[in-house]
């Protein structure tokens, strides 16, 4: 696909999005290798479609947006598949395996609490690093304290999360399948 050769970043996130895939129970009415072959014209397509609506001007790195689009088509899918084959049914037995595992939803609950727990400014400081992607001296300018200041919050605040969701709900699950964190490279600046 032309469009896909123009975003560099594709072999990367194409590849955390299959290993994601490859975690979730293929609907009955396909082979595996079938299945994964769909899926990656799934994602083929998907991957297409977030280059054509990518707004830079929102300031979310193409990346990060490419790989949410592909996670949410590729999920789409695989609910679509499934419905039909409970509807008409086409399973043997076979209950859909929820994408997001008992063990996903605990490290998200664990991750809201923590995320309660904190103060106003932590929040402000969080959401201006990672949500809105400034640098810390842009953040500190914003929010009217010194880059200094933000730097230690910061180390504090995200040692503070770590501790809190280094839980026994970061396990293995399924064949060899295991939570990974939101990949880091993807959230970089001019990743595209």
Request: net charge positive; proline share 4%.
């Amino acid at each position: 696909m032309d469009c896909i050769a123009t975003f560099a970043d594709y072999n990367s996130v194409f590849e955390i999005c299959m290993r994601r895939i490859r975690c979730w129970k293929h609907p009955p009415n396909y082979a595996a290798s079938d299945w994964f072959d769909e899926m990656s014209g799934e994602l083929g397509a998907a991957a297409c479609q977030a280059l054509r609506d990518y707004d830079a001007a929102r300031q979310v790195p193409l990346s990060a947006f490419v790989y949410q689009r592909m996670l949410a088509g590729a999920l789409s899918r695989y609910r679509k598949e499934w419905s039909f084959a409970l509807r008409h049914g086409s399973h043997t037995g076979f209950q859909p395996q929820s994408p997001i595992s008992d063990s996903a939803r605990v490290l998200r609950l664990d991750l809201r609490r923590a995320l309660g727990g904190l103060s106003p400014l932590e929040i402000a400081i969080l959401r201006q690093l990672y949500w809105e992607g400034h640098t810390e001296s842009q953040a500190a300018e914003r929010l009217e304290i010194s880059q200094q200041a933000v730097n230690k919050r910061k180390r504090i605040l995200l040692r503070r999360l770590r501790g809190s969701l280094a839980a026994p709900a970061i396990k293995s699950h399924g064949a060899g399948c295991r939570i990974e964190r939101f990949p880091h490279f993807l959230m970089q600046k001019g990743s595209g």
